[in-house]
């Protein structure tokens, strides 16, 4: 019935400055910047070859008083995270440790994007 996850919204303060974030540093692609009423520009991105995207969410768009930053829920897989760590290091990428291996036998670490939503990284 289901066939798979469409998108998961995190929260960021500048929809422009994420979008170049996410891009330009992790590497995504734009799949959807679409202005749909002055106050609600609807921006998604994904990883090169996945289906789930994600949404790049403003406060303004809930009443709860969400904000940026905090734990996302959104793991992200690498083939080699030695070399992603490297890469994602040296273009300014804040990790909250180098990847170390996690008690069901995969290694992983966790990253923040510029507004503190954090992900976690793990090796394939």
Do not use: C
Request: no cysteine; aromatic share 12%; hydrophobic share 35%.
């Amino acid at each position: 019935m289901i066939a798979y996850v469409h998108s998961a919204t995190i929260i960021v303060s500048d929809q422009e400055k994420a979008l170049d974030f996410y891009v330009n540093t992790l590497g995504f692609e734009k799949v959807f910047d679409n202005q749909l009423d002055p106050n609600m520009r609807f921006v998604t991105v994904v990883p090169p070859g996945a289906q789930t995207q994600v949404a790049l969410g403003l406060p303004s768009w809930y009443e709860d008083g969400r904000k940026p930053g905090g734990y996302t829920g959104i793991s992200l897989i690498t083939r080699d995270i030695d070399e992603a760590y490297k890469t994602l290091t040296e273009r300014g990428v804040t990790f909250t440790k180098p990847p170390e291996m996690m008690p069901w036998g995969q290694r992983a670490t966790w990253f923040s994007d510029p507004d503190g939503n954090e992900f976690f990284l793990v090796e394939e």
